[in-house]
């Protein structure tokens, strides 16, 4: 599987980040390709994470890769424990390119998941990592990190990048 396209707000598939993702029933070879080429399509993109739901698959995984950490596949993920330090950082979008606001979140998670092995894992995440499993977890929800800023600003962002799109 070769680099695989990100739905974007605006686009055809846009209503599928809207909608909550399935659970993954078997991690099987074709949850690995698909997670393989999510992976190689973040670098391209230079993102830091994505979710099943932007790559138009409805399904509760997805793939991080934080600065200096590994490239993660985190696949029917819950989380666990979040702290009581909300903090704010200013976060985009592989599905909203261009589009950037500051959203406060829990500074620590822990999260539960699986990988593309099928092996169970857990992780106390901080920083940069808590912010982007934080922020792909939402798209399993169909959220997108715009629905956490104020409404006034989200309106004035969408509406910019609505006419820059059309």
């Known amino acids: ?18 909608k909550q993702a399935a659970t993954v029933a078997d991690i099987d070879e074709k949850i690995v390709r698909l997670t393989t080429a999510m992976i190689e399509s973040l670098e391209i993109h230079k993102g830091i994470g994505l ?32 702290s009581d330090d909300i903090v704010p950082y200013e976060e985009g979008c592989l599905s ?10 829990p500074a620590e998670i822990t999260i539960q998941a699986w990988n593309e092995k099928g092996r169970p894992f857990t992780i ?17 929800r169909g959220r997108l990190f715009i ?13 910019v990048y609505l006419k820059n799109i059309g």
């Open 1 to 18: 599987m070769s680099m695989i396209d990100v739905v974007t707000v605006g686009s055809t598939y846009e209503d599928i980040l809207r």
């Open 147 to 159: 629905d956490r800023i104020e409404e006034k600003k989200r309106e004035r962002l969408m509406k």
């Open 96 to 105: 909203i390119p261009g589009v950037w606001a500051d959203v406060m979140r």
């Open 51 to 82: 979710a099943g739901p932007q790559v138009n698959e409805q399904l509760r995984l997805f793939v991080t890769h934080a600065q200096d950490d590994i490239p993660r596949v985190f696949i029917n993920p819950e989380i666990i424990m979040t």
């Open 124 to 140: 106390d995440a901080h920083g940069i990592l808590a912010r982007v499993i934080q922020h792909e977890y939402d798209h399993l």
